[in-house]
């Protein structure tokens, strides 16, 4: 099966007849750690201009939440400040493990989550609230509707900044973005922070300072509860689900060669964003303008509902197809002896990845685990950079040759991670994967040669020495492809 093809069902009965793989040499002995230690991922070297650039963000950040913390209490006092700050935590955490929910299969670092989420918390909402200040000055000195700042400046100014972090993380780090689910999780979270902040000003100000002012605390804290239902439990997937159009855009661009993709993507889905935050906050105005609450009734029902559902139906089925990508992908590393079809259907489910771990765990214990887990995300990581390959991302020869670097030192921790756990297991026969199928020896002392199971849900602990890639960059054509050689029973 060529990998550009889309996997379907039967996948696995088809990797079963997988054609034969190269010679299989012995791995180098620098790829096997010790029993019971799981290797490491190379890390990047921080050099100067990267520390530069990462102190010159985080100062940004820092110096942004500082104005927004400032701002903030000397709008609202101190006991409101920190009334709406506990307020508008709370669904904080079920809003991050929704995006953190999608993103399971190849999960993104948590510096950059953070980035995201602290971008639109702070750097976000302090823009937004200047631009929206000086607007409505602006408005109110010209003798027009303050409301207007809601409709025509809110949507441009809040949806530009809450984007731009995660524009910054594509242009910067676009090696980490898989597809559109991680376009969806870097720019959700972003809104998460940007909401998070403005829901204080509205719980601190419009709720609890307000109600104080006119009857006192026990209507500050009944005003907050109202406007906590109202605009976070009814109305709390409003920021995520408008940012989350530029999402979809930038994970266009991201695993895209086209150069007119990669600019128009994100276009299209910030005009989307800014369009769909215009007509949310049009809608109230309307309907405090003309008296007829069906107007908001109707664009909640109308628009916002199945706008919501259908972005997470899409959202969930992408998320389902980018996890499929190993079995795309893959099959050209099986070709080539560094992988068995089993191990490349056990990563094409959460389920199955489980499975794999719990058989791990049983047969190598807390280090197994561990290796399983760093196995199934660095062959995620390689079916992406295969993915990349296959798509023409890589233009320049300093970027192919720097994937071929990583395809390396992916191959080499991938076999470094099985051998903590493969050929472990006292419940499974000895044997060997000759590219084509497994060589089982019994206890009795007879072995025989065994096709690749149809449904396997764990990887076959057989031993498995990989071959080496083809020197230099790869192009997509190639399947890694050589004539086999016959196993031979004495081969261990």
Same mark, same amino acid.
């Given at each position: 099966?060529r990998?550009?093809?889309?996997?379907a069902?039967?996948?696995?009965?088809?990797?079963?007849d997988?054609?034969?793989?190269?010679?299989l040499?012995?791995?180098?002995?620098?790829t096997?750690?010790?029993?019971?230690?799981?290797?490491?991922?190379?890390?990047?070297?921080?050099?100067?201009?990267?520390?530069?650039?990462?102190?010159?963000?985080?100062?940004l950040i820092?110096? !942004?939440?500082?104005?927004?913390?400032f701002?903030?209490?000397?709008?609202?006092?101190?006991?409101?400040?920190?009334?709406?700050?506990a307020a508008?935590?709370?669904?904080?955490?079920?809003?991050?493990? !929704?995006?953190l929910?999608?993103d399971?299969y190849?999960?993104?670092p948590?510096k950059?989550?953070?980035? !995201?989420?602290a971008?639109?918390?702070?750097?976000?909402?302090?823009?937004?609230?200047?631009v929206?200040?000086?607007?409505?000055?602006?408005?109110?000195?010209?003798g027009l509707?303050?409301?207007?700042t809601?409709?025509?400046v809110?949507p441009?100014?809040e949806?530009?900044?809450?984007?731009?972090?995660?524009?910054?993380?594509?242009?910067f780090?676009?090696?980490?973005w898989?597809?559109?689910?991680?376009?969806l999780?870097?720019?959700?979270?972003?809104?998460?922070?940007?909401?998070?902040v403005?829901?204080?000003l509205?719980?601190?100000?419009?709720?609890?300072?307000?109600?104080?002012d006119?009857?006192g605390?026990a209507?500050?804290i009944q005003?907050?509860?109202?406007?906590?239902?109202?605009?976070?439990?009814?109305f709390?997937?409003?920021h995520?689900?408008f940012?989350?159009?530029?999402?979809?855009?930038?994970g266009i661009a991201?695993?895209?060669?086209?150069?007119?993709?990669?600019?128009?993507?994100?276009?299209?889905?910030?005009?989307?964003a800014?369009?769909?935050?215009?007509?949310?906050?049009?809608?109230?105005?309307?309907?405090q303008?003309t008296?007829e609450?069906?107007?908001?009734?109707?664009?909640?029902?109308?628009l916002?509902?199945?706008?919501?559902f259908?972005?997470?139906?899409l959202?969930?089925?992408?998320?389902?197809?980018?996890?499929?990508?190993?079995?795309?992908?893959?099959?050209?590393?099986v070709?080539?002896?560094?992988l068995?079809?089993?191990?490349?259907?056990?990563l094409?489910?959460?389920?199955?990845r489980h499975?794999?771990r719990?058989?791990?765990?049983?047969?190598?214990?807390?280090?197994?685990?561990r290796?399983m887990?760093?196995y199934?995300?660095?062959?995620?990581?390689?079916?992406l950079?295969?993915d990349?390959?296959?798509?023409?991302?890589?233009r320049?020869?300093?970027?192919?040759?720097?994937?071929?670097?990583?395809e390396?030192?992916?191959?080499?921790?991938?076999?470094?991670?099985?051998s903590?756990?493969?050929?472990r297991?006292?419940?499974?026969?000895?044997?060997?994967?000759?590219?084509?199928r497994y060589?089982?020896r019994?206890?009795?002392?007879?072995?025989?040669?065994v096709?690749?199971?149809?449904?396997?849900?764990?990887?076959?602990?057989?031993?498995?020495?990989?071959?080496?890639p083809?020197?230099?960059?790869?192009p997509?054509?190639?399947p890694?492809?050589?004539p086999?050689?016959?196993w031979?029973?004495?081969?261990h």
């Amino acid at each position: 099966m060529r990998p550009d093809q889309p996997a379907a069902d039967g996948y696995a009965d088809r990797m079963a007849d997988t054609p034969p793989g190269s010679p299989l040499p012995s791995p180098p002995a620098s790829t096997a750690p010790p029993v019971g230690e799981a290797p490491r991922m190379p890390r990047r070297r921080l050099g100067w201009r990267r520390f530069l650039a990462l102190a010159g963000v985080v100062l940004l950040i820092a110096a !942004c939440a500082v104005f927004m913390v400032f701002t903030l209490g000397q709008s609202l006092g101190a006991q409101a400040l920190l009334i709406g700050v506990a307020a508008a935590i709370l669904p904080v955490p079920v809003l991050v493990a !929704c995006f953190l929910w999608l993103d399971r299969y190849e999960p993104e670092p948590l510096k950059y989550l953070i980035f !995201c989420f602290a971008w639109g918390a702070f750097v976000s909402t302090a823009a937004s609230l200047t631009v929206n200040d000086f607007a409505a000055n602006r408005f109110a000195d010209w003798g027009l509707p303050s409301a207007l700042t809601g409709v025509l400046v809110a949507p441009f100014i809040e949806e530009s900044t809450k984007a731009l972090g995660p524009i910054l993380l594509l242009v910067f780090r676009r090696r980490e973005w898989s597809g559109i689910t991680d376009g969806l999780v870097y720019c959700g979270l972003s809104a998460v922070g940007f909401a998070m902040v403005e829901n204080i000003l509205y719980l601190g100000g419009l709720g609890y300072a307000s109600g104080v002012d006119r009857y006192g605390p026990a209507t500050g804290i009944q005003q907050v509860i109202a406007i906590f239902i109202l605009r976070i439990l009814l109305f709390g997937f409003a920021h995520p689900l408008f940012t989350s159009m530029t999402g979809f855009g930038l994970g266009i661009a991201a695993r895209t060669a086209d150069r007119r993709v990669r600019v128009l993507a994100p276009i299209a889905g910030l005009l989307l964003a800014m369009m769909l935050h215009g007509t949310w906050n049009l809608l109230p105005t309307l309907t405090q303008a003309t008296g007829e609450a069906v107007i908001m009734l109707y664009g909640f029902l109308g628009l916002m509902v199945p706008v919501f559902f259908g972005t997470v139906g899409l959202a969930v089925w992408l998320r389902a197809w980018e996890g499929r990508l190993t079995e795309r992908v893959l099959p050209d590393y099986v070709r080539a002896g560094w992988l068995s079809p089993p191990e490349v259907a056990a990563l094409s489910s959460l389920g199955r990845r489980h499975a794999a771990r719990s058989w791990a765990r049983r047969v190598a214990g807390d280090a197994g685990v561990r290796a399983m887990r760093g196995y199934q995300s660095a062959a995620t990581r390689l079916a992406l950079l295969r993915d990349g390959t296959l798509r023409g991302l890589d233009r320049k020869a300093a970027d192919q040759e720097r994937t071929a670097r990583e395809e390396r030192e992916l191959l080499d921790a991938i076999s470094a991670y099985r051998s903590v756990f493969v050929g472990r297991d006292p419940q499974a026969p000895a044997g060997l994967w000759d590219g084509s199928r497994y060589h089982l020896r019994f206890p009795d002392g007879t072995q025989r040669p065994v096709d690749a199971p149809d449904e396997p849900v764990v990887p076959i602990p057989v031993v498995l020495a990989p071959a080496p890639p083809p020197v230099g960059y790869a192009p997509p054509s190639w399947p890694g492809l050589r004539p086999s050689a016959p196993w031979h029973p004495g081969h261990h």
